[in-house]
């Protein structure tokens, strides 16, 4: 049986490597669960990510233990896979989170503080969001997240003009606070490349989640078919000449 954690609250690393599997797992299903290697990548990625890092695999798997040990994530052995693999478990651990919610809570998880425009247009990948309202409700939800809230709403401030939200599995933030603690520095080291197959699926797979991105932040500017201007002359009739 794995030791209790010293402390209910994730570290600033935890955070990371479950907001990844997280994300990795609405935007890349077809590459979920996540080996160590590709877990790795995935903390490193240069896309949406705040800060950047880059992680060795003992430092993210040291994490994933964390997660385990909280019951937010699990390593499993699947058939015909060579590596154990990791999957969060988060769902079991807050059982009432609907799918707005869990964008959301991916996206603070990965960059933290952000207001709800900012949410709207980063979680879109994940969880389609009509409007910055739509994101805000859920950022709301998590706030009021029962027993214990997952998000709190941080006013105004000097580097702000509207509220912005944080999220709270690593313990709880003063609401007055400019910004939350930033994540504490960890080895410059990459993954060592012992696998090729697993890399190129990390690699993939990150393409794949910005290409999602790219594609859905595009739509937002995109005529729909019925609106084109060429559909609508195609529908005209001819012009006809007139008599003499």
Known sequence: MEDAPDSPFLTATEARVLGSLLEKELTT????????????????QRSN?????AWD????????????????AVMVQLAGSRVPKYRHALHE?????????????CELLLRN????GELRARASRMHSFPDSDAAEAAALRLAEYAPEPLAVI???GVSRRVRAFAHTLSGPIDPLAAGTAPIPPAPLTSPAPDDWR????AEIASLRSELAALHAAVAQFLPSPQESPLSMHADAPPPTEAAP
Do not use: F, K
């Open 57 to 72: 695999e003992a430092t993210v798997s040291a994490a994933a233990d964390g997660l385990r040990r909280r019951r937010l």
């Open 93 to 105: 651990v807050h059982g009432r989170l609907d799918p707005a919610m869990t964008a959301v809570l």
């Open 113 to 116: 503080v952000q207001t709800a």
């Open 29 to 44: 299903p077809e590459y979920y669960p996540l080996t160590l290697q590709s877990l790795t990548a995935a903390c490193n």
């Open 154 to 156: 941080l006013p105004p």
């Open 198 to 201: 697993d890399r190129m699926e």
């Open 49 to 53: 990510r705040d800060p950047i890092v």
